[in-house]
């Protein structure tokens, strides 16, 4: 199994271990990864609201880069998955999007025709490997880990290519597969504050606070994520937000990737778990037995 | 009555302007004057009504001053008035099939902007059908006599309600319910809106009523399995599922399901939505008609292993009315008209995950509510929680789940705000709760309906409008704690809010049958695009159907009240009983025919017809096609390969010519 592989910004930065965990996971089960070679922002971040023309052609480059290589793109950052979606759907639905677009493109001669498959990991993972291939390759089983799977918004609205809009269970299945368990966190698809943690601080930092106690009332000992900045907003401001709401607020947030990593017994260091600014138990079990 | 002659016809065109529907698009003048010169027309005018008594007129006088003996109307759909001109046409001393309708309202008009391609199309159509009509035949229509027998499907208020009418005035009916018992849904309700008299005080006597009638034979736990023939003369195949159970020798005393091996109830009780439990052998509900029990065989035990004491019927004694041996029958019956009255499902509240129902336990649906405030209810009428003893304190009813929502149903199930406060009421009245309903709008248009919100709200009941975005146990303070919180944006209030409630209830909306398209393809009936089974006009022809002689009440029509079911379970066996009484009914002469000389007898075409009209004559060595039961498919013309069979008004000059006239322009 081959894709072609579109990083985006996040992975290469502030959402390195998600890639230092994507790439071993995936190669552990055969699927090889090609790097889009000389790929540019997604147009995600503000591009779509300042000029949405933009944004599509930026997003637009991407897919006809990868449409050279005729596979699938993995796009595995939420906004890339979101944004190169919106821009197939977008041109598909509008001639002037598309129009717009392809006059754009001429100049770096490229051409845009919409064949790639944008997909998700998440969506290779259980609906093309499969969780009986997946289950095989564990060795690590996660034995007590309460996981509270957390998916954002991103990849399941408003397009729901692989499951559902609201009740999405992808990752629940994936991790009983890894022999963790699941709780019951229907906050699943709740915002985590987005972008308004940077600009708003106290009303993006009350959508965090509201994620993260809820998981810890649930009795998780760690929240799994998809997306880098709900890891990064969901991670980073533990400590304000204890301090904010005169609770002590403490919750490891990993990608599933890094838990996946951990089930097939990779080295905590190889799958950028040291980069956690609230660690992560890797034994939970015996913290359990005491 | 003036032959058509074969030389020279002579056409009659009349183009309607259907007040503005067409000539607000179309230019009809224009049309009639550009008609005037198609070959063989001698007449052509546009009209504004001609449907009215002077529209028909109108042609009746052209045909006799002008010696027409060819029609054209260019107006609506032949639904709607191809048999109007054709009567014209025979009062005008024509025969009636020498008239051909072009849809220019519905094709034409209702469908394209204003401008002068419309009228060009209206044009096109007409000179079609001048070039066709010039070639129609006289044709003879045939009567067919009906069977005054009906068959009513479905046991609900719409059935009942029909069956009874139709059994009074002396017809016989067979009454064919799917489940062991008739009453449908209405049976599970405690009270109805807005008069809150008791559902089971006026429901239950007509079940009975149904049970002991001369005139109707009731069948119970019984499927229709196929569906022959035309009006008047409809062959039906209904299949009886076994319930192991002699009917005749059952008395309902009861004492097998105390004798049961089982000593309590262990399986879902589907009367009371799941609530409480059931054992193998059971009655479904103290008034079932017929009033016997029933074994299940997914959960009997003798049934499944045939490994087990017995004990129902060593209980049932000398009475011997439990066989387990019983079969599945067939019975075939010949009735007359068919009425369907198979009603709806509820909305699978599962469907909206963020409503919470089957993940939080004191989320309900309204029918488990209607069973739980029910006195003969599996509670007995006290409103307490899944733990079976807390009463609420408060509760949210949720409007519309599954209703007005462009992600599972358009549509509005139009009862769901009236059941929603009257369970309201009844909630407050049981628990003395605080009930909040939270709506998109409050739609009450029913008599006395707008009267019961008033008196709802002078209760006390809070009305929140707004839709709910979620139901969820995340808390953000201490009177949240362990309490369901309803999420919605109060639009009058213009802010978000939170509500925690004891209990929520889910007003889910109606839905068509699962096994709707299965039904409507059996009865060869038509749906709307959302599954509910098409009238043949939605003002006009409400419970008729496209297909003679096959009627629809109730719900199954569309989502409606118990006063509207009954109001058209009524008109359903009044038009059942007016083709009944007129004894006989005309039929369509566009079927087919073989041309003996030209058969090869080759059998082609007798598999392909899809109502086994079609058989050999083996001393001929000739097919022949009974015109009884040929339905004009066209499809034996198409398939036979030597042009051996013709079909009335599909024949091959008209048709070519229609198309060739179409094609030149």
New interface residues.
């Given amino acids: 199994m081959k894709f072609s592989y579109f990083p985006g910004c996040s992975l290469k930065g502030s959402g390195r271990a998600y890639e230092e965990s994507l790439l071993p996971v995936l190669s552990a089960l055969g699927v090889e990864l090609e790097e889009l070679d000389d790929w540019n922002c997604c147009g995600a971040t503000a591009y779509m609201a300042v000029s949405d023309a933009a944004g599509y052609v930026l997003a637009a480059r991407n897919l006809a880069l990868a449409e050279q290589k005729k596979q699938d793109l993995v796009a595995p950052c939420s906004g890339c998955y979101l944004v190169l979606n919106k821009c197939q759907h977008y041109a598909a639905e509008y001639p002037d999007v598309a129009t717009r677009v392809q006059e754009t493109l001429k100049r770096d001669n490229l051409t845009y025709k919409g064949t790639t498959k944008v997909r998700h990991p998440l969506d290779i993972l259980v609906n093309d490997i499969g969780l009986d291939a997946i289950k095989k390759r564990v060795t690590n089983p996660l034995k007590g880990f309460k996981i509270a799977p957390y998916y954002g918004c991103q990849i399941i609205r408003p397009y729901a290519t692989f499951d ?1 809009q ?2 999405p269970v992808t990752m629940d299945k994936l991790f009983k597969a890894l022999g963790a368990e699941v709780v ?1 966190y ?2 699943k698809t709740r915002c985590c504050g987005g972008s308004l943690t940077g600009t708003v601080t106290e009303v993006g930092q009350n959508m965090s606070y ?1 994620l993260l106690r ?1 998981a810890m ?1 649930r009795g998780a000992n760690v929240l799994a994520t998809t997306c880098p900045l709900c890891q990064f907003n969901l991670d980073a401001y533990q400590g304000d937000i204890s301090s904010d709401y005169h609770e002590s607020v403490k919750m490891p947030i990993v990608y599933f990737t890094q838990l996946m990593g951990l089930a097939f017994g990779l080295p905590a260091e190889k799958i950028g778990l040291q980069r956690c600014i609230v660690p992560m138990d890797l034994k939970p079990a015996a913290a359990l037995a005491k | 009555m003036n032959e058509p002659t074969k030389t020279q016809p002579r056409i009659g065109v009349y183009i309607c302007h259907c007040g503005t529907n067409i000539a607000g698009v179309v230019d009809c003048k224009a049309v009639a004057e550009t008609a005037a010169q198609y070959p063989n027309v001698v007449v052509s005018r546009d009209y504004k009504y001609m449907c009215s008594d002077p529209g028909q007129a109108l042609i009746q006088q052209d045909i006799k001053e002008h010696k027409l003996d060819r029609i054209v109307v260019s107006s609506c759909s032949p639904l709607l008035h191809e048999h109007t001109f054709r009567g014209a046409c025979e009062k005008g001393g024509l025969n009636p099939y020498c008239f051909q309708m072009v849809n220019i309202r519905e094709h034409d008009s209702w469908v394209h902007e204003k401008g002068a391609a419309a009228t060009d199309k209206a044009k096109d159509l007409t000179r079609a059908a001048v070039s066709r009509v010039a070639h129609h035949k006289p044709l003879e229509t045939k009567t067919t006599p009906i069977h005054p027998d009906v068959m009513i499907v479905g046991g609900g208020i719409a059935g009942i309600q029909a069956a009874l009418t139709l059994a009074n005035a002396g017809q016989h009916v067979y009454l064919v319910e799917r489940e062991p018992t008739i009453g449908g849904y209405m049976a599970k309700f405690d009270k109805t809106f807005p008069t809150l008299d008791c559902a089971a005080c006026i429901l239950t006597p007509k079940m009975s009523a149904v049970g002991a009638h001369p005139n109707i034979t009731l069948w119970t736990y019984s499927e229709v399995a196929k569906v022959d023939g035309f009006v008047g003369n409809y062959k039906v195949v209904v299949k009886r599922k076994p319930r192991y159970i002699i009917e005749d020798l059952c008395v309902g005393c009861n004492e097998c399901v105390t004798a049961c091996v089982f000593k309590e109830g262990k399986f879902e009780d589907e009367f009371n939505m799941g609530l409480s439990k059931r054992k193998p052998v059971y009655m479904p509900f103290p008034q079932a008609t017929p009033p016997i029990v029933l074994i299940d065989p997914e959960t009997c035990i003798n049934v499944k292993t045939g490994k087990c004491k017995k004990t129902c019927v060593e209980a049932c004694g000398d009475r011997q009315a439990i066989d387990f041996t019983q079969k599945a029958e067939m019975k075939e019956v010949q009735v007359g008209t068919i009425i369907l009255a198979t009603g709806f499902q509820p909305f699978d509240a599962k469907r ?3 409503y ?1 129902y089957g ?1 939080y336990p004191n989320v309900y649906t309204s029918l488990e509510i209607e069973r739980l405030v029910n006195a003969s209810g599996p509670t007995e009428g006290h409103v307490v929680l899944r733990d079976g003893k807390t009463k609420p304190k408060s509760v949210g009813i949720v409007h519309c789940v599954g209703s007005r929502d462009n992600k599972t149903h358009r549509w509005c199930s139009r009862v769901c705000c009236m059941y929603s406060m009257k369970l309201a009421h009844l909630i407050k009245h049981h628990t003395d709760a605080e009930v909040f309903n939270f709506y998109i709008d409050i739609r009450a248009p029913g008599k006395g309906y707008e009267e019961f919100y008033e008196k709802l709200q002078e209760e006390g009941v809070h009305f929140i409008r707004g839709r709910v975005a ?1 139901v ?3 808390q ?1 303070s201490k009177e949240e704690e362990g309490k369901l919180v309803i999420r919605v944006e109060d639009t009058l209030a213009g802010f978000v809010r939170r509500i925690p409630v004891d209990m929520v209830v889910l007003a889910v909306g109606l839905e068509p049958h699962a096994d709707s398209q299965d039904v409507r393809r059996q009865f060869n009936i038509s749906c709307s695009t959302e599954g509910w089974f098409l009238e043949r006009h939605p003002k006009l022809a409400p419970v008729n159907t496209f297909t003679d002689g096959i009627f629809i009440a109730g719900a199954c029509q569309g989502p409606k009240d118990i006063p509207d079911t009954v109001a058209q379970a009524g008109a359903a066996a009044a038009e059942a009983l007016s083709l009944i009484k007129a004894g006989s009914i005309e039929l369509e002469p566009n079927t087919a025919f073989v041309v003996a000389e030209e058969c090869s007898g080759c059998k082609t075409c007798i598999p392909m017809c899809p109502y086994t009209a079609i058989s050999r004559d083996d001393v001929k060595k000739v097919a022949v096609i009974n015109e009884a039961l040929c339905k004009g498919c066209g499809t034996c013309v198409a398939a036979c390969p030597s042009g051996a069979i013709k079909q009335n008004l599909f024949d091959d000059d008209e048709i070519t010519s229609e198309i060739e006239a179409i094609l030149a322009k």
């Fill in positions: 559902d609201h009740n019951t229907p906050l509201i809820e009332r | 909206i995950p963020q919470g993940i979620e969820t146990d995340w953000m």
